[in-house]
């Protein structure tokens, strides 16, 4: 489609149009054909982390000195957003978790031996880390973890369990988030690094998903297990909500990005349908109501795409606009749901079919509108920036 390379934003150099195309190329070799095998087994392999790392994706924002490219936030988000377009959304989602929700804190406030031990081999694609924040019963309540994590000498002793976990049955590491005084809301919250293999983590049960078929969820319990003190993000505790709302803002672009990857792809597909299909003794594009859907369609993704790539400029001018990211990641969740079901319309029969890419992004994109902050809590962050009471 006309605007795959050729929109132009200021966010964006040359640098970035290349860095554009290298990911294209790797998606469409190297992970847009094993998709159906993919999903069919319910996992993509770990040796796609690695690729990954080798190719020097998983480290785009992050510090030379750690292995990291030094680049820009807009560069991340470009890769992010081309992995989106690979057809299925549990692929971009847990690489997602990788570069943009378990290692920013680690990056910004992480002591330098926590960098060296997770971060760098983390971009390397050596470790995988998953995010361990969500509990049975403490979604979108951070401050309400149940978790704990007790003070014991040089280490701390940790006792909880952890919800929906993207990478949980894979992963090396957790950053994960604990109480560490109890009763003090967010006062008490600290993120700690926790190896995945310690005494105690265990994987209780891998969840089985509506959709993300190819990547793993798990619920995970903690049982008294001890981490070093130097495992603590920040060196203190008492920091991690602060740490975790800093690190949110990426989350949530992150799932923008590869929103409109894959809302992108999906409409592409589309067309392409439309222009084959015939009914009538006509491609069924010609018919003026699927053109005016598809013409809907194509509307709403570009002014997603712009309230993203207008959001990731002014922070790279030095802003922190949380309102507008929250804005961006709500909009872009609800837009490729309405896409995604336009698209399927236009498919008829075959949209309801398993093996129709379209029915796969129809139930991968319900997500978006769930993880990293639901609607409504990007409805009450918004409000608030607003000067609204949002109760």
Known sequence: MWHLVAMRHPVFTPEHDELRLAARRFVDTEIRPHVPDWEETGLFPDDVFRRCGELGFLGLHYPERWGGSGGDLASGLVFLEELGRCGAGGIPMAIGVQTHMCTPALAEYGSDDLRERYLRPAIAGEKIGAIAITEPDAGSDVAAVATTARRDGDEWVVNGAKMFITNGTRADFLTLVAQTERGSSHRGISLFVVDADAPGVAVSRKLAKLGMLSSDTAELSLTDVRVPHGNLIGGEPGQGFAQLMWQLQYERLSGAAIGIGQADDVLAQTIAYARERHTFGRPIADHQVIAHQLADAATELEAGRSLLYDTVWR?????????????????????????????????????????????????????????????????????????????
């Open 315 to 391: 922070i790279q001018q030095g802003e922190y606009p949380v309102a507008e990211i929250s804005m961006a990641k709500k909009y872009v969740a609800q837009m490729g749901n309405r896409l995604v079901d336009r698209c399927l319309q236009v498919h008829g029969g075959m949209g309801y079919m398993a093996e129709t890419p379209v029915s796969r992004a129809f139930r991968d994109a319900r997500l978006w509108r769930i993880g990293a902050g639901t609607d409504e809590i990007m409805n009450n962050v918004i409000a608030k920036r607003l000067g609204i009471s949002a109760g």
